[in-house]
C-alpha cells in the first residue's frame, strides 16, 4: 500500500513497491527492462549492463554543456535528498546499497535522464552518441523508462533540472518531459502532477474528469457483472473494445483476455461497475435485443439458399438428437 508523507516540504510516496508476485508471475518479461536500468530494482541485472557506460558518456555531455559542478550535485542529493529518495523504493532494494553507491547510482541515472530528453528535444545527438548510431534503441529504452520498477521519483528530476538551468532554460522540465512521451498522450494531456513516469503514462490513459453523476455516489465500491459478450452487446448496437496493430485478431482476443489473469474483480473503480450497469441495462431493452435477434436472422437467413441450408443443418441435428436418443433406449430395453 502506498502512503503519503512530507519530508522537508516534499510530498512523496513512503514506497514505491515491486510489481505485486501475482501479476507480475503471468508475464514476467512485461514488467523487466530491456536495455536499461534505473533505480535499484534491476541495478545490478548483468544484462543492462552495457548502458551504463553510455549513461557515463551522457554524464560528460551534461557536465561539458552545462557547466555544472558534478561534486555539489551529488552533494546536495547526499545532504538534502537520499533519506527521501530511498523512501520511495521498497526497502529491500534500496538499503542493500551503501550511501555512496546509492547516490552514485540515482546522480548517474538522473542526469542520464535530462541529457537524454535535451538531445530528443533539440535533436542535437553526439555524432558517436550510442542512441542515434542504434536507432533500435531509442523505443527500447522509452519503453524501459515507463516501467513501474524503473523509476526516479520525479521530484529528484525536477530539483537537479533547476540546480542546473535556474530559470535560463528555454524549455521546461515538463514540456521536455511530455515531448519525450508525446506518443502515449493519446489523450492530450496539457498539465499533470507528476510522480514518476509510470504515474505519467497512467495518467495520458485516463479520460478527463467529468462531473459528478447525482444518480450514484461517487465512491461507491461494487463488483462489477457484466452479463454478456462483447458479441452480444455489438450485434444489439453498442458501439466500441479497439484498433488491432497486433499480427491477427486472434491475438488481439487473447492479449484481452489475459488482462485479468490473476486480477479480482473487488474493489473495482465505481466508473467501471457504472459502465458494466449501462451495458447491461442497453442489452436488456426489447429494441436492441430485437436488434441482436434481427442479424442473426440476416446472417442465417439472408437469402433463400442460405435459410435452406440452415434449417437443413438444423433438422439433421435435430434427427441425429432423436436417432441417438433411440439408439439408447433400444439398448435399455435390452
Known amino acids: 500500500m502506498e502512503m503519503k508523507i512530507t519530508i522537508n516540504g516534499w510530498q512523496i510516496a513512503s514506497q514505491h513497491n515491486l510489481v505485486p508476485y501475482h501479476i507480475r508471475s503471468v508475464n514476467p ?51 538534502e535528498m537520499e533519506e527521501m529518495i530511498r523512501c520511495c523504493y521498497a526497502e529491500t532494494s534500496s538499503r542493500s546499497m551503501s550511501s555512496d553507491d546509492f547516490v552514485k547510482m540515482i546522480s548517474l541515472d538522473a ?15 553526439d555524432i558517436n552518441d550510442p542512441l542515434l548510431t542504434n536507432q533500435w534503441m531509442i523505443p527500447f529504452v522509452m519503453l524501459d523508462l515507463t516501467l513501474l520498477e524503473n ?50 503514462i497512467r495518467t495520458f490513459q485516463l479520460p478527463p474528469l467529468r462531473q459528478p453523476d447525482l444518480r450514484r455516489p461517487e465512491r461507491q465500491v461494487r463488483v462489477a457483472n457484466l452479463f454478456y459478450s462483447a458479441t452480444q452487446l455489438h450485434e444489439a448496437g453498442v458501439k466500441a473494445i ?82 441417438t436418443i433411440m439408439s439408447i433406449l433400444q439398448v435399455v430395453k435390452a
Open 29 to 79: 518479461q512485461a514488467y523487466t527492462p530491456n536495455v536499461i536500468s534505473i533505480g535499484p530494482f534491476h541495478h545490478f541485472d548483468e544484462k543492462l549492463q552495457t548502458m551504463e557506460k553510455y549513461k557515463v558518456a551522457y554524464l560528460r555531455g551534461f557536465i561539458a554543456r552545462v557547466g555544472i559542478d558534478l561534486e555539489k550535485f551529488v552533494s546536495i542529493i547526499k545532504k
Open 111 to 125: 542526469i542520464f535522464i535530462l541529457e537524454l530528453f535535451h538531445r530528443y528535444s533539440t535533436d542535437s545527438w
Open 151 to 200: 523509476q526516479l521519483p520525479f521530484f529528484v528530476l525536477e530539483k537537479l533540472f533547476n540546480l542546473a538551468f535556474g530559470n535560463h532554460s528555454n524549455f521546461s522540465l515538463i514540456q521536455l518531459t511530455f515531448e519525450f512521451f508525446e506518443d502515449y498522450n493519446v489523450m492530450h494531456c496539457e498539465k499533470v502532477e507528476i510522480e514518476h513516469f509510470t504515474d505519467l
Open 242 to 323: 479497439l484498433f488491432n496493430k497486433l499480427v491477427d485478431n486472434n491475438a488481439a482476443l487473447s492479449l484481452v483476455k489475459n488482462l485479468i489473469t490473476n486480477i479480482t474483480r473487488s474493489g473495482m473503480n465505481s466508473d467501471f461497475t457504472y459502465i458494466c450497469k449501462e451495458l447491461n441495462q442497453f442489452y436488456m431493452n426489447p429494441v436492441h435485443r430485437w436488434k441482436a435477434r434481427s442479424i442473426l436472422k440476416n446472417q442465417y437467413f439472408n437469402n433463400p439458399w442460405r435459410g435452406a441450408a440452415t434449417v437443413a443443418a438444423c433438422l439433421l441435428l435435430l434427427f441425429t438428437l432423436i436417432q
